[in-house]
Nanobody, 124 residues
Framework: QVQLVESGGGLVQAGGSLRLSCAASGRTFSGYAMGWFRQAPGKEREFVAAINRRGTNTYYADSVRGRFTISRENRKNTAYLQMNSLKPEDTAVYYC?????????????????WGQGTQVTVSS
């Protein structure tokens, strides 16, 4: 079992930046591909970014590519999502997720464990 705790959300003006962290505890962190998803009110949870177990391959939704960067530090059992040039449409609850033995996926169904989420609000 893996427990995931997100942090770093908050209120920011359009054009600003935030860095989300996802701290993992439990089983060996390096055994999991990690993903970030988000869910805005009244919308489906959607894929944002993913990274493979070694941190050598990353994947992004078209809507965030070039603005967001996913990374991980296996020694610290932590994944990150650096968000730059934020837009009001980025407002959502952001969730990190862990996929045991995975290679990084856009699909929610691939992920075994989820955090509780952190709110990101971008004002115009």
């Amino acid at each position: 079992q893996v427990q995931l705790v997100e942090s770093g959300g908050g209120l920011v003006q359009a054009g600003g930046s935030l860095r989300l962290s996802c701290a993992a505890s439990g089983r060996t962190f390096s055994g999991y591909a990690m993903g970030w998803f988000r869910q805005a009110p009244g919308k489906e949870r959607e894929f944002v970014a993913a990274i493979n177990r070694r941190g050598t391959n990353t994947y992004y939704a078209d809507s965030v590519r070039g603005r967001f960067t996913i990374s991980r530090e296996n020694r610290k059992n932590t994944a990150y999502l650096q968000m730059n040039s934020l837009k009001p449409e980025d407002t959502a609850v952001y969730y990190c997720a862990a996929d045991f033995g995975g290679s990084g996926s856009w699909s929610r169904t691939e992920y075994d464990y989820w955090g509780q989420g952190t709110q990101v609000t971008v004002s115009s």
